[in-house]
C-alpha cells in the first residue's frame, strides 16, 4: 500500500516557477516508477513526466520538455516536478501517481491532486 500526498501548487505569472513534492508513505517507494499527470477543467487527465525507480530513466510529454524536471529521493520517499518558464496553458491540477514497473498509471495509486494555476 503506498499513500501519495502532493504539495506545492499555487498561483503564479507567466514565466514564473513552481516546485511540485509528492510524499510518499510505505516501505517499498524505491520500487515504484513515479509519475506527474495533470487535468484542466474540461479536459482528461494527461501524463506529464516519469521517473523509472531502477534506473531514473525520466519522460516527458512533449510539451513540457525543457521547461520540467522530474526527480525523485528515495531516501525522503518524495518524487518532485520542477516547473520552470510556465505558461496559462500549463494551468491543471497536477496529481502524483505510483505504479510497480510493468503494470499500468490507472491500476496503482493516486495522490488527491494540487492546483497549479499560471496567470498571464
Known amino acids: 500500500q503506498v499513500q501519495l500526498v502532493e504539495s506545492g501548487g499555487g498561483l503564479v505569472q507567466a514565466g514564473g516557477s513552481l516546485r511540485l513534492s509528492c510524499a510518499a508513505s510505505g516501505r517499498t517507494f524505491s520500487r515504484y516508477n513515479m509519475a506527474w499527470f495533470r487535468q484542466a477543467p474540461g479536459k482528461v487527465r494527461e501524463f506529464v513526466a516519469s521517473?523509472?525507480?531502477?534506473?531514473?530513466?525520466?519522460y516527458y510529454v512533449d510539451s513540457v520538455k525543457g521547461r520540467f524536471t522530474i526527480s525523485r529521493d528515495n531516501a525522503k520517499n518524495t518524487v518532485y516536478l520542477q516547473m520552470n518558464s510556465l505558461e496559462p496553458k500549463d494551468t491543471a491540477v497536477y496529481y502524483c501517481a505510483a505504479a510497480l514497473r510493468g503494470s499500468r498509471w490507472s491500476d496503482g495509486y493516486w495522490g488527491q491532486g494540487t492546483q497549479v494555476t499560471v496567470s498571464s
Open positions: 521517473i523509472s525507480w531502477s534506473d531514473g530513466n525520466t
